[in-house]
Nanobody, 114 residues
Framework: QVQVVESGGGLVQPGGSLRLSCAAS????????MEWYRQPPGKQRELVAR???????IYADSVKGRFTISRDNAKNTVYLQMNSLKPEDTAVYYC????????WGQGTQVTVSS
């Protein structure tokens, strides 16, 4: 069983920045594929960014150039640096870990509003 815990959400003004963190348990963290998803109010959950075990990354078109996913295997943690935030980035952000199975965190709220 892999435990996944997100942190770092909050309220930020348009144009501002936030960094989300996601800690995952287990001694094989460096082998996990880690992802960030988000679910805006009333909408379906969507993939935001993915980082593979080798560090390869992919991003949703809507966040390219603004968001950066990274990982620190020594800390069993993946980050999502979010810059130039827009109101449409408002959502609950979820972290997932792929290791045999798919494990989800509980989510963290990000609200972009003036």
């Amino acid at each position: 069983q892999v435990q996944v815990v997100e942190s770092g959400g909050g309220l930020v003004q348009p144009g501002g920045s936030l960094r989300l963190s996601c800690a995952a348990s287990g001694s094989s963290f460096s082998s996990y594929v880690m992802e960030w998803y988000r679910q805006p109010p009333g909408k379906q959950r969507e993939l935001v960014a993915r980082i593979g075990s080798s560090g390869t990354t992919i991003y949703a078109d809507s966040v390219k150039g603004r968001f950066t996913i990274s990982r620190d295997n020594a800390k069993n943690t993946v980050y999502l640096q979010m810059n130039s935030l827009k109101p449409e980035d408002t959502a609950v952000y979820y972290c997932s870990a792929h290791f045999g199975k798919l494990y989800w965190g509980q989510g963290t709220q990000v609200t972009v509003s003036s």
